[in-house]
């Protein structure tokens, strides 16, 4: 699966996506969510029935996906003629309510492509005109299927890139979007897009800054900055998701390399939030990753000894933060509309778990 360039090293983490949410009443549930045989398990996205799909590592270091019903069961998937080697195989990143999942697939000769595999496990495999060899992904899918993603040109320039349900492929580009390697249009998994087809996501520009930016259903793209936001290379403001109303949570990175959470409204007024217990050194801060319909944010932060935790931000500004059972490491990635949370964490071994929060 392909690498993108992200802001700075602390948002980077987040790659490997995991998602979570808010805080009800009472104590909060975790669940640890381990696949039988796999040496390391992760969470792309939870939609609002509580089903959960993921990815996971085997032995032989090939990824496969998964999905978690509400009462545990697992079943598994590979998208045929995925490759069984290292790095290769089936990776999830985003599922929408009908249980309908998208993400990217390596095949035994290292070349990537994209998919989309329906509720009842028809699996269909795609890609984009121009791509480079590690092909297209699909990063988010929403509830009539709508696919946004991004893929790499032959120039390892980024483009992002909308397939609508009839497979019809529309390519796209903030203006200001550089065409280096490295530089171009990027998304974070699981909730890019929302139920009306409106896309959020960032782009790094020619000096390899970093710009937020919102695509309507017609393409328009509206570009965003926090002020304060940092213009030098590997600064400046991520659009990390989108709620059905248009709202956006994502984050920016000031001149001193710290990350601070954002809200996004409709109409572009900005709130920024630090979790309290936030490092506020470089590399350190705020990282939200995920919105839900009620407002309500996950995400992770680095505190002060850069070590990641878990945070749940409610609608009325209310933070939570928290880590698993036994965790050094804790992303809080995915949301459903109930407040239930999703993510990963790693043990003291090293070892990756998914997990499930319910408030």
Do not use: C
Not at 251 to 277: C, E, K, L, Q, W
Not at 309 to 332: E, K, M, Y
Not at 334 to 353: E, L
């Amino acid at each position: 699966m392909k690498t993108k360039i992200l802001p700075n090293i602390f948002i980077s983490v987040g790659v490997l996506f995991a998602f979570t949410r808010m805080l009800a009443g009472g104590t909060p549930t975790i669940i640890t969510i381990d696949i039988p045989g796999a040496v390391s398990n992760g969470t792309a996205g939870i939609n609002p029935a509580g089903v959960i799909a993921g990815s996971y590592t085997d032995a032989n270091g090939a990824e496969h996906g998964y999905l978690r019903a509400p009462d545990g069961t697992i079943t598994t998937y590979d998208v045929p003629g995925a490759g069984t080697g290292p790095g290769q195989g089936t990776f999830v990143t985003g599922i929408n309510p009908a249980g309908a999942t998208t993400g990217a697939w390596t095949d035994p000769s290292n070349v990537g492509h994209a998919y989309v595999r329906a509720p009842d496990g028809a699996i269909t495999s795609f890609d984009v005109a121009g791509e480079a060899p590690f092909g297209p992904e699909g990063w988010g899918i929403n509830p009539g299927g709508v696919i946004a993603g991004n893929y790499a040109d032959a120039n390892f320039a980024f483009h992002g890139f909308v397939r609508a349900v009839d497979g019809t492929i529309t390519e796209f580009d903030p203006p200001g979007a550089g065409t280096d390697p490295g530089e171009g249009t990027f998304m974070f998994g699981g909730a890019p897009i929302n139920a009306m087809g409106t896309i959020t996501g960032y782009y790094i520009d020619a000096s390899f800054v970093v710009h937020g930016f919102v695509r309507d259903p017609d393409g328009t793209i509206t570009t965003f900055d926090v002020p304060g936001a940092g213009t030098d290379p590997g600064e400046g403001t991520v659009g990390s998701a989108i709620d059905p109303a248009g709202v956006i949570s994502g984050s920016y990175v000031d001149s001193n390399n710290v990350s601070h959470g954002i809200v996004r409204d409709a109409n572009g007024t900005i709130t920024i939030f630090d979790v309290p217990a936030a490092g506020t050194l470089s590399g350190q801060g705020t990282e939200p990753l995920s919105i839900n319909t009620p407002g309500a944010i996950p995400g992770v932060y680095a505190d002060a000894n850069n070590v990641l935790h878990g945070f749940a931000r409610a609608a009325n500004g209310t933070i939570t933060t928290f880590d698993p059972p036994g965790s050094v490491f804790t992303l809080a990635g995915g949301i459903n509309p109930r407040g239930t949370i999703i993510g990963f964490y790693r043990d003291a071994s090293g070892v990756g778990h998914g997990f499930l929060r319910i408030p």
